[in-house]
């Protein structure tokens, strides 16, 4: 079987600084793979070459084998890949329930639920389960502005997997949250996962919640990866050790 994503040798490039130099791996069905690596050391970098935000200087993206070069973000939301981005993207004054359906809508909306805004009844159901599931329920008809941080960082993944999804691409999803709402984040993207067999790629600093959630990591220092394994082998890598430490 095709791993749900392929990176080949992708490269991008501003100026003379390579933010990402020769990136290859492959990340297979049901994984949750973690990328970290410090500051400046290319993971948004390569998230948006992944998902076509900014052309990349070289290399290819596969998503189930099928190369994506040229797509834009909303045509890979078509084929079930979503992402987060490091900074909230919640409409703070919108509702819980509009902000999802309004994802829902970009991502997977008819064209007349986009023409005219009228998100269809499916559609609809859907983000109400989506909430549910996230555990927002009490937060439905709230605006986004009026939730805590950490609500609305589950909101901001909520969103995103309105996509579909098969694949979810998470930039930084716990920074910033506080210890309760991260439990909470870290077993709702564990169930979402054993639930409907998404795959994730996750970028986050907070090492406790990498070590814990992800299955496989990989590690990158100015554009290129310099580990790639099992948390406990990665987190002793003394080359690992380094970049953060030299970092
Ligand atoms: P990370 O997410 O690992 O912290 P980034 O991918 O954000 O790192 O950045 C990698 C490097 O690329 C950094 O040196 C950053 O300053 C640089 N960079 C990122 N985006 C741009 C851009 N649009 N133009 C120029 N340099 C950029
Ligand atoms: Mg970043």
Do not use: W
């Not at 605006?143 to 589950?154: C, I, V």
């Not at 309105?162 to 077993?187: I, R, S, W, Y």
């Amino acid at each position: 079987m095709n791993p749900v994503l392929s990176v080949k040798g992708v490269s991008k490039h501003f100026g003379g600084l390579k933010a990402v130099d020769d990136v290859t791996f492959e990340v297979r069905r049901g994984e949750i793979l973690g990328l970290i690596g410090p500051n400046g050391s290319g993971k948004s970098t390569l998230f948006n070459c992944i998902l076509g935000q900014l052309p990349a200087s070289g290399g290819k993206v596969e998503v189930d084998g099928r190369d994506v070069a040229g797509l834009r973000p909303c045509d890979l939301n078509l084929l079930g890949v979503g992402r987060t981005f490091q900074m909230l993207q919640v409409f703070p004054e919108m509702t819980v329930l509009e902000n999802i359906i309004l994802a829902g809508q970009e991502h997977k909306g008819t064209m007349f639920s986009r023409l005219f805004g009228k998100p269809d009844a499916g559609l609809t159901d859907e983000a109400k389960r989506m909430i549910e599931f996230f555990r927002l329920t009490h937060q439905t008809n709230e605006k986004a502005g009026s939730l805590s941080y950490g609500q609305q960082k589950l909101l901001d993944a909520a969103m995103a997997f309105m996509a579909g999804p098969k694949l979810v691409l998470l930039d930084e999803p716990a920074g910033g949250v506080n210890l309760t709402m991260l439990a909470h984040l870290k077993e709702r993207l564990k169930a979402f996962n054993e639930e409907r067999g998404a795959t994730f790629v996750v970028i986050e600093h907070n090492m406790e919640f990498v070590m814990s959630l992800c299955t496989r990591i990989i590690v990158l220092a100015n554009g290129r990866i310099i580990a790639e394994g099992e948390p406990e082998a990665v987190r002793n890598d003394p080359q690992v050790i380094e970049a953060y430490l030299g970092g």
